[in-house]
């Protein structure tokens, strides 16, 4: 009863077509991954490579917070574990990779950039 007769729309205007029309509309996103990768992906990385070099460096007598935070000084280094003395006479192995902060046996702390 209600139902009103469904027509194609006419040909209008004639829209650009080919390759230029698709790099048009592919431009923003584009531009949206290259802002992502310079404000989020890039800085994560280096922090990333910086926290790793930081592992790798820890040597007997540093001080280390864990990621159970554990705070303690470092006995031995082996190549994936780190002995962290957290008390006197309480020693626990701990996996290098959950090591979060490390300060040199000198106590001096290099400056962040």
Known sequence: MFATPAYAQAAGAAAPTGGMSFLIQMVPLIAIFVIFYFLLIRPQQQRMKKHRAM????????????????VGKVTKVDDAFVEVEIAANVRVKVVKATLSDITPAGGARPAND
Do not use: N
Request: glycine letters at 24%.
């Open 55 to 70: 592992i790798d460096a820890a040597r007997k007598g540093d001080q280390v917070v864990t990621g159970g935070g554990l």
